[in-house]
């Protein structure tokens, strides 16, 4: 028989029991979603490949449009066949698909969705899809062999692909991957430069809070604009776009860093610009103080967002709209 006190005991363990079975974390905090986790893509190219157009040539660079032409007449007179996977990728698609591999515990529909692996290459403006100098294919001879896969590429195509200007960096490992002979993803751009990679500088131009037409073409305009980014941003300000301006303005132009009172830096006076873009008065000074705050909800009350003077992923595509 119990006693009084073990008897209290044991109703007391057992009423224990019974709330924690009852009772969960996600009663009092609701788990992260894979949207909560994904910036919103907002790129019309990056939407189009999220809604399963996988192969889009707008954005690459003219002088690839011209190599797989060359490729192509080739292929034909030979025969053979070619299937085409991918071309340009716009940077935003690539980094919602580094996004859904990062948080691959909350996204795991999306992983299926995409028939994304375990490892997804960071974004880069510098890739060679996202630079425009490279598309995937595959090439079959006139029986239906493939000449080229994931793990091998023919002599023959190699040697096709050679005369049209094409050649396969990486044989053995990506052998669908055809890239631009003699291109490099570092080009250099200055007055007189023009094509698809001067509209990816002068839209980023824009991004960052100033006003450049993106026509494709460096002129005097986008050189002065260019200047005016660098001595902004502690860069030479010589008008010439090499690696480290290329770099510092790619970043900037896609940040979506959370900014607050008490934020400072080159993020906040993108901000500021961006504000002044939009028709109200901030000074770009790098620094959030309650002058910004007091901006920023003016602006994210105009534009039916949480006026908290926080700017977060929604503010921030906003403000580039």
Same mark, same amino acid.
């Given at each position: 028989?119990?006693s009084?006190k073990?008897g209290?005991?044991?109703?007391s ?5 019974s709330?924690?079975?009852l009772w969960?974390p996600?009663?009092?905090a ?5 949207s909560d986790v994904l ?6 190219l990056a939407l ?17 449009i011209a190599?797989r032409d060359r490729?192509v007449?080739?292929i ?8 085409y996977?991918s071309a340009?990728?716009?940077?935003q698609?690539?980094k919602h698909?580094?996004e859904?591999v990062q948080?691959?515990?909350?996204c795991q529909?999306?992983m ?5 692996g375990?490892?997804v ?5 510098t ?9 995937d294919?595959t090439v ?6 493939a000449l ?5 590429v023919?002599?023959?195509l190699?040697d ?5 200007g094409?050649?396969f960096?990486?044989p053995t490992?990506?052998?669908?991957h055809h890239?631009l ?8 751009l200055k007055?007189?430069s023009?094509?698809p ?13 100033y ?5 494709g073409? %460096? !002129?005097?305009?986008t050189?002065?604009i *260019? #200047?005016?980014f $660098? +001595?902004a941003?502690? @860069?030479t300000? &010589? =008008? /010439? ?15 979506t860093t959370?900014l607050?009172?008490g934020?400072?830096g080159d993020?906040?006076k ?5 504000l002044?873009?939009k028709?109200?008065s901030?000074?770009?000074?790098g620094? %959030? !103080?309650?002058?910004?705050e007091?901006? *920023? #909800?003016r602006? $994210? +009350?105009?534009?039916? @967002?949480t006026? &908290? =003077? /926080?700017v977060?992923s929604?503010t921030?595509s906003?403000l580039?709209?």
């Amino acid at each position: 028989m119990l006693s009084k006190k073990t008897g209290m005991i044991t109703l007391s363990l057992s009423l224990a029991l019974s709330a924690s079975l009852l009772w969960s974390p996600a009663q009092t905090a609701s788990a992260a979603t894979c949207s909560d986790v994904l910036t919103p893509m907002t790129d019309p190219l990056a939407l189009k490949m999220e809604n399963g157009q996988t192969v889009i040539w707008e954005g690459v660079k003219p002088e690839l449009i011209a190599a797989r032409d060359r490729y192509v007449s080739l292929i034909k007179a030979k025969g053979w066949t070619i299937t085409y996977n991918s071309a340009y990728r716009p940077y935003q698609y690539q980094k919602h698909l580094y996004e859904i591999v990062q948080n691959k515990s909350v996204c795991q529909a999306e992983m299926t969705k995409h028939g994304l692996g375990t490892l997804v290459a960071a974004p880069s403006y510098t890739a060679p899809h996202t630079a425009g100098i490279a598309f995937d294919a595959t090439v079959k001879d006139a029986s239906g062999r493939a000449l080229n896969s994931m793990t091998s590429v023919s002599s023959a195509l190699s040697d096709l692909a050679k005369q049209a200007g094409l050649y396969f960096p990486h044989p053995t490992s990506d052998g669908v991957h055809h890239q631009l002979s003699g291109d490099t993803t570092s080009t250099v751009l200055k007055v007189g430069s023009t094509g698809p990679q001067v509209v990816t500088l002068q839209t980023n131009l824009n991004r960052v809070g100033y006003t450049v037409s993106a026509d494709g073409v %460096f !002129g005097t305009g986008t050189e002065a604009i *260019v #200047k005016q980014f $660098q +001595a902004a941003h502690g @860069l030479t300000a &010589d =008008g /010439i776009v090499g690696s480290a301006t290329a770099s510092k303005l790619s970043a900037l132009a896609s940040t979506t860093t959370v900014l607050r009172v008490g934020s400072s830096g080159d993020e906040v006076k993108v901000l500021q610009r961006l504000l002044t873009k939009k028709g109200y008065s901030a000074t770009a000074d790098g620094v %959030f !103080g309650s002058g910004t705050e007091s901006t *920023v #909800k003016r602006f $994210q +009350a105009a534009n039916s @967002l949480t006026a &908290d =003077g /926080i700017v977060g992923s929604a503010t921030w595509s906003k403000l580039r709209s």
